[in-house]
């Protein structure tokens, strides 16, 4: 199973899966990869796999209350292309998991932990809702990773 961080952690709460790996880091098996991939999204590609389970953990505007905690599929939610193909990650996750699929690379168990971000302008640190959020996270990837063990 592989954990991997997608965010940029000099923007607020776009940081929220650095926050989670270091929370993770020592908490897991040896077996379970922890990838803290920061804002290349393209990245990703390379490191899914269809036959290893992954979560991957973003900041993610859903119209929730800061430090809302989402896990679901890509196919589950109502993700679309963006026009001009950008995010804060330059290609953004929809855009990595279309080339994942077209590649044949999209892991066969694939979950996004979305959590709904207070701030991400520049700066460092999570709002508090935010760093609220993070040991639900924990506890959800902990729990994952006993599921597939």
């Not at 993610?60 to 599929?73: C, I, K, L, Q, S």
């Amino acid at each position: 199973m592989k954990v991997i961080a997608v965010g940029n952690a000099f923007c607020g709460d776009d940081g929220v899966g650095a926050a989670v790996l270091a929370e993770l880091a020592g908490m897991l098996p040896a077996t379970v990869g922890l990838v803290d991939l920061g804002t290349d999204a393209l990245a990703l590609v390379d490191e899914l796999d269809p036959g290893t389970p992954c979560l991957v953990i973003d900041a993610a505007r859903m119209g929730r209350e800061p430090g809302a905690v989402v896990v679901f599929r890509p196919e589950d939610a109502k993700l679309r292309i963006r026009s001009d193909g950008l995010s804060l990650h330059g290609l953004g996750l929809v855009e990595a998991f279309a080339l994942a699929e077209r590649l044949g690379r999209m892991p066969r168990d694939l979950k996004v932990i979305g959590v709904e971000p207070a701030q991400v302008g520049l700066g460092t640190g999570l709002s508090d809702a935010v760093a609220a959020a993070v040991p639900r996270v924990v506890d959800l990837i902990k729990a994952e990773v006993l599921r597939h063990e």
